[in-house]
């Protein structure tokens, strides 16, 4: 989402970093640079003249101007700058501290995500925290709303509302909370209804649902993809029943992310979850100090190991790290490893987490990773008897043939993932060779092949 913003603040801290020096008209033009970068990512131009302004002011002073590397220095001013226009370090948690059942009020315009969102809360209370959660439907005015929301309880495993026809949102919301109550609900969701456009009937009705159900949290939920309109839409809500909280969804398509920029300094109330995807479980909390590393080129280390722990199996990682350091490898051993990286999202999804990536995204688009090699790579072993699995070497022209067309690719294809797996075996021949005084030695280069010949993938 972030990826332009990226690229330009990119550029204009390479500029900056290959002078040794400072002076007074460099830091001027980085911040001219920096100002239309911002505005052409869609941050609201009030939001703009403050982080320039703040950006500036400590950015010419005498420190960074006479640091040993000053470039280092207003990549870490800006890098500040943008953790507290995006709310300050750390998550800020949903607020559970209130009495049973805890209300819950999902309020935003038709076709933010509000009632996908809600089922996504309710899963993540459900595993994370060990709430018992019920969903309510408050829309009245969509057709099949209501069914839709109580599906995705179905899928998230938590309980929902019955559908009475003929009630109002007041009256479903009022029995919402006495079922919350009478049932022992921890958490009870209120999906109310919204509108293509902000309206007098629609605020009239948050605020008559908010004056019967007093929410712990009332969450706003704006579509990322939606730019300035959103912070329009966050103004008008917070005006009328004062949000605790925003959720922005789609943060994993190709917007220009000026939006989660303004959010927090438009509205005051901080970005508590972001949504990055259509799955149930695609929610994740909003760390401000995370997202400012992955739109200055930093990476993301800290989101990438709590992924790599929810999603790969321990046991087996473990287990394959024997058989690694045994030299005992097959493709068997190859497919379990495909998997266990596919359960962790899109491998350019993955990619923007580490640092340094953003130089090389073009690259990354152009090999077409994410819909090709894994999956193509998984059929052909799929398509390989256990026999050929075990033992690659058996794999002769007839073989070869039989599996690319069992697999629907080519030979070519066949041939490049069986010299990949190679390669990765001497690389695990070397590793044990050297043990681990040679590799804290060589490092990396010293798992590489000798001589000039060629480097793996």
Same mark, same amino acid.
């Given at each position: 989402m972030f990826d332009a913003l990226s690229g330009k603040l990119g550029d204009v801290f390479d500029r900056l970093r290959r002078r040794g020096a400072l002076s007074e008209s460099d830091v001027i033009e980085a911040m001219r640079d920096i100002r239309l970068a911002l505005l052409e990512a869609d941050v609201a131009l009030p939001v703009v003249r403050d982080f320039i302004a703040? @950006?500036?002011?400590?950015?010419v002073g005498a420190e960074v101007l006479r640091a040993v590397s000053p470039g280092q220095q207003v990549v870490k001013i800006v890098n500040d700058a943008l953790v507290d226009a995006l709310g300050g370090e750390g998550a800020v948690p949903l607020n559970l501290n209130a009495a049973s059942p805890i209300p819950f009020l999902m309020v935003g315009l038709q076709g933010s995500g509000k009632t996908t969102t809600s089922g996504k809360i309710a899963l993540l209370l459900k595993e994370k925290?060990? +709430? #018992?959660?019920?969903? $309510?439907?408050?829309?009245?005015?969509?057709?099949?709303?209501?069914?839709?929301? &109580?599906?995705?309880?179905?899928?998230?495993?938590? =309980?929902?509302?019955? %559908?009475?026809?003929?009630?109002?949102?007041?009256? %479903?919301?009022?029995?919402?909370m006495e079922t919350g109550r009478r049932e022992v609900f921890d958490v009870v969701i209120l999906d109310t209804a919204g509108r293509l456009a902000i309206d007098q009937a629609l605020m009239d009705e948050v605020k008559a649902i908010r004056d019967v159900t007093a929410p712990a949290e009332t969450l706003l939920v704006v579509d990322a993809m939606t730019g300035q309109d959103a912070l329009a839409t966050a103004t008008a809500?917070?005006?009328?029943?004062? %949000?605790?909280?925003?959720?922005?969804?789609?943060?994993?398509?190709? =917007?220009?992310?000026? $939006?989660?920029?303004?959010?927090?300094?438009?509205?005051?109330?901080p970005i508590k979850l972001m949504g990055m995807g259509e799955k149930l479980d695609a929610l994740e909390p909003f760390h401000p100090e995370r997202i400012a590393g992955r739109i200055l080129g930093m990476g993301d280390i800290v989101s990438?190991?709590? +992924?790599? =722990?929810?999603?790969?199996?321990?046991? #087996?990682?473990?287990?394959?790290?024997?058989?690694?350091?045994?030299?005992?490898?097959?493709?068997?051993?190859?497919?379990?490893?495909? +998997?266990?990286?596919?359960?962790?999202?899109?491998?350019?999804?993955?990619?923007?987490?580490?640092?340094?990536?953003?130089?090389? #995204?073009?690259?990354?688009?152009? =090999?077409?990773?994410?819909?090709?090699?894994?999956k193509r790579q998984a059929a052909i072993i799929s398509s390989m008897t256990k026999a050929e699995r075990a033992n690659p070497? %058996?794999?002769? &022209?007839?073989?070869?043939?039989? @599996? $690319? $067309?069992?697999?629907?690719?080519?030979?070519?294809?066949?041939?490049?993932?069986?010299?990949?797996?190679?390669?990765?075996?001497?690389?695990?021949?070397?590793?044990?060779?050297?043990?681990?005084?040679?590799?804290?030695?060589g490092g990396l280069a010293a798992l590489l092949p000798q001589g000039g010949g060629r480097r793996p993938f």
């Open positions: 703040k @950006v500036r002011l400590q950015a925290q060990r +709430k #018992k959660v019920l969903l $309510a439907s408050l829309d009245t005015q969509r057709p099949a709303a209501q069914l839709q929301l &109580a599906q995705l309880a179905e899928r998230a495993g938590v =309980a929902s509302l019955p %559908i009475v026809p003929g009630e109002t949102p007041v009256q %479903i919301a009022r029995r919402a809500f917070n005006e009328a029943v004062s %949000i605790t909280g925003i959720v922005m969804t789609r943060l994993d398509g190709d =917007a220009r992310g000026g $939006a989660a920029l303004s959010m927090r300094a438009v509205t005051g109330a990438l190991v709590e +992924k790599a =722990a929810e999603n790969v199996d321990q046991q #087996k990682a473990e287990q394959l790290a024997r058989k690694m350091a045994r030299g005992k490898f097959d493709l068997e051993d190859y497919a379990e490893q495909l +998997k266990q990286i596919t359960k962790m999202g899109s491998l350019s999804g993955i990619m923007g987490m580490l640092p340094g990536v953003g130089k090389i #995204k073009q690259q990354l688009a152009e =090999a077409d990773l994410d819909t090709s090699i894994l070497d %058996i794999m002769k &022209a007839s073989r070869k043939k039989r @599996v $690319a $067309a069992g697999s629907g690719t080519s030979v070519q294809e066949v041939n490049r993932l069986l010299k990949q797996f190679e390669q990765m075996k001497d690389m695990m021949k070397r590793a044990q060779k050297l043990g681990q005084k040679g590799l804290a030695r």
